[in-house]
C-alpha cells in the first residue's frame, strides 16, 4: 500500500498522500505572481488617452521586473508624459495680453476697430472783427480741422465718421508738425470745376477766390487766419524785418 502511495502524482487534494497540507508551493512566488500581474494591468490602461506623436514602441522580451537594475517593470514607461502639455498661448482665454499670439490678435482687432469707427475731427471756428478799411460787417469767418503728428500727413483722412460734422467750401484742413512749430502743411476744400469738391494743397499767403484774402498763421498760436492783403504785406515785412 505504501508503495502505491509513491507512485502516484501529487495531488493537494488527495487525503491519502502523508505530505497533504505540508508541501505546498512556496507563497511568495504566488504573491509575486500576482503583484506582477496587477502591475501589468495598470500598465495597459496609461497610455490609452496620449494625445500628440506616438509613444516609443516598448522594448521586446521579457516582462520581469528583475531585468532592470532599478527594479522598475520596463513596461512602466513614463517618458510621453512630456506629450500631454498644453500650449496656453494659444488655448488661452480673450484678455489679449497672454501670449504673444493673443497680443497679435488684439492688435488686429484694434486695427479693425479703427476701420470701422473712423476718428471724429472738430471743425474749429474764428471769427475776428474786420480791420479798418476793410468790408466784412460780420466779421472774417475762418474754419478749419486739424491734426498734430511728428511725421507729416500726405492728405487728409476721411472726414466720414458718424457724427462727423461736413466740410465746407472754404474750410482748411491743417497738420501741425509736433518736432518743429514752424513746419506745416495746408489744404483747401474747393470745387474742382465740374469734379466734385476736392482737398487742394496750399501753403500761407494763398489767396482765396471769393474775396482776395491771404492765408496767415497767427503769431502766437499758430492758428490759421484769413486776413486783407495789405495787413498781410505788413505782417510779412515785419518777419523779415
Known sequence: MATSTESRPFCESSKDNPAYGKERLPTPKATST?????????????????QGPNP??????SD???????????????????????????????????????QAQASSRRLSSDALFPKI???????RPAPPGEHAPGGILTCWFEISGAEPIEAPPPLTAPGQEDVQIGDLFYFRD???????????WIDDDGNGPVWKR?????????DGRMLSLTKILRNPSWIGKKWYNRRDNEDRA
Open 64 to 102: 520581469s521586473a528583475h531585468e532592470r537594475p532599478d527594479g522598475r517593470d520596463p513596461n512602466m514607461h513614463v517618458q510621453p508624459v512630456a506629450t500631454l502639455e498644453t500650449h496656453p498661448e494659444v488655448e488661452s482665454g480673450d484678455d489679449g495680453h497672454s501670449s504673444p499670439f493673443c
Open 202 to 210: 496750399i501753403q500761407v499767403g494763398y489767396a482765396r477766390a471769393k
Open 56 to 61: 516609443p514602441a516598448r522594448e521586446s522580451g
Open 34 to 50: 500576482s503583484l506582477r500581474t496587477v502591475r501589468r494591468q495598470q500598465l495597459f490602461i496609461t497610455p490609452c488617452h496620449i
Open 121 to 127: 475731427y472738430p471743425r474749429n471756428t474764428r471769427v
Open 178 to 188: 509736433t518736432r518743429d512749430g514752424t513746419r506745416y502743411r495746408l489744404w483747401i
